[in-house]
């Protein structure tokens, strides 16, 4: 069984299309990283929820211990926020930004601590190590320093002005030292686990590419065109949508090769695709199949307008010239065209069509577009 086509384009990183002869992700660029952060925080942030949430309630327990007679007060303090940090994280999801649902759930968790351990006697001394703790996990959650910032920021100011107003000086300054030196604590270990966390995203990013991609044109690979043009069949029938293929043979490549040399050859296979790829539409891919063949599978397209493109591939291709020392070099292509029909079983029997058709097109001479003959 194939995963679904839409997994297997964003395993691939991007939509396949926007990826076809695009080359290997560029590296410098964070956004898909920071989109795949964003996404872990979906995923890990309701259960750091619900044990932040667990353990500020416990910690009511412990001040009855300290203070029963402040214990009703803080307990409800506590409860009442982390009811509101975890309602609003709720409610709030696919309106706001995850980092800020993230800052509202821990802002809430620990401003509950704070809170109430600045009503009791000696508490935020006592609770220091909790309020201090409880910043860790944020390292493992949110590597991203600017964003861990501003996530300790409302949870610092108001343990600084609570400190300020009810602990006497030299234990505040205390308290401050401690505060500070575990939030530099945190802040290296996120630095140094984002930085893990982006190594291994890249290389994982870089053998999803090779894995789905020619790496001499940067069209998809053959196995990979395969499964998504399987699902996007699956789906023509299922829903009753036409889908179409074209099946390119750029004409004589032998004799590029013999006469410009291979170099010249791959160079000429590269702008193949680059001239093709930018023919077609955002939703339709582009693989290499052979040494000189490409499939273009094009969804939602019927014969008519596949021809059009096809066309546009051929005209395209017609206009490349690539300057080398032994002279310009220049081809023509011939295509094949094959619209899905009832009797196509699967990728193969329309493949086949295509192939069928593009045969006919190199025989009647090269430099040309034919249609499979149609089929019920
Ligand atoms: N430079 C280069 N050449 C390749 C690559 N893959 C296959 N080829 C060459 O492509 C050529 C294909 O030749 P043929 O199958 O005879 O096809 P053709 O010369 O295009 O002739 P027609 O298809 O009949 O028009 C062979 O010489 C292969 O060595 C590649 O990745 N790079």
Known sequence: MFPPAEALRSAAGKDAAAHVGAGMPDASDDSAFGLALDAALVRMLPALGAVFGVCVILFSAWDYWISPVQAAGTALLRIALVLVGAIAYFSWNGRFPVAWRCALVYGTHTGAMITSAAMLPNGLVLALPAITGAMFPLALVEPRLHRLLLLVLAPTLLFLVLGAAVLPHDVFASCVLVYAVTLALVAAIAVVQGRMRRAAFRAEQALA????????????????????????????????????????DIDFFKRVNDRFGHPAGDALIRAVTA??????????????????????????????????????????????????????????????????????????????????????????????????????
């Open 209 to 248: 590419w090779c894995a789905h991609h020619d790496s001499l044109s940067g069209a998809l690979a053959r196995g990979y065109l395969v499964e998504l043009a399987t699902h996007d069949i699956a789906l023509a029938r299922r829903y009753g949508r036409p889908l179409a293929i074209c099946m390119l």
């Open 275 to 376: 001239a093709c790829v930018a023919q077609l539409r955002s939703s339709d891919y582009f693989g290499r199949v052979g040494g000189e063949e490409f499939v273009c599978v094009m969804p939602e397209t019927g014969e008519r307008d596949a021809l059009a493109c096809a066309e546009r591939m051929r005209v395209a291709v017609a206009a490349i010239r690539l300057d080398t020392p032994s002279g310009p070099v220049r081809c023509t292509a011939s295509i094949g065209v094959a619209a899905l029909a009832p009797a196509h079983a699967d990728f193969s029997a329309l493949l086949a069509a295509a192939d069928g058709a593009l045969y006919r097109a190199k025989s009647n001479g090269r430099d040309r577009v034919e249609a499979a003959p149609g089929l019920p």
